[in-house]
């Protein structure tokens, strides 16, 4: 297995999710991106646990899905209220509010 070290919350994530199943993996190397974690899996035998968007941008990639399922994380954009907030900030908050049917102060 190829995982990313231990300094990514992917990594950590994961590791939580082994040993709740008790699972041992065999770290075969780690590494500190994502293009480095794609190009190790693209050119060995070893595979890795990525975010699924990371698989829809490499084709190359073959998604397996885990049995159980790994946890879903959540996400937030804090903002400072109040605070300037430019044109840009402000279509990125309404696209990530769009995409993913966001909950909060501001959000049913």
Excluded: C, Q, W
């Excluded at 490499?58 to 998604?63: D, F, G, I, K, R």
């Excluded at 959540?74 to 509010?97: D, I, P």
Aim: aromatic share 6%; hydrophobic share 40%.
């Amino acid at each position: 297995m190829v995982p990313y070290n231990k300094n990514f919350a992917t990594r950590r994530h994961v590791d939580a999710y082994v040993t709740e199943h008790r699972v041992s993996p065999r770290i075969a190397v780690e590494a500190n991106s994502v293009s480095a974690l794609t190009e190790i899996v693209r050119r060995t035998a070893l595979a890795t646990v990525l975010p699924d968007a990371v698989t829809r941008d490499h084709s190359y990639l073959t998604p397996v899905p885990l049995s159980p399922a790994l946890p879903s994380r959540g996400v937030a954009l804090l903002r400072r209220t109040g605070g300037y907030r430019s044109a840009a900030a402000e279509a990125f908050a309404e696209l990530a509010v769009e995409s993913e049917g966001a909950v909060g102060p501001d959000r049913p």
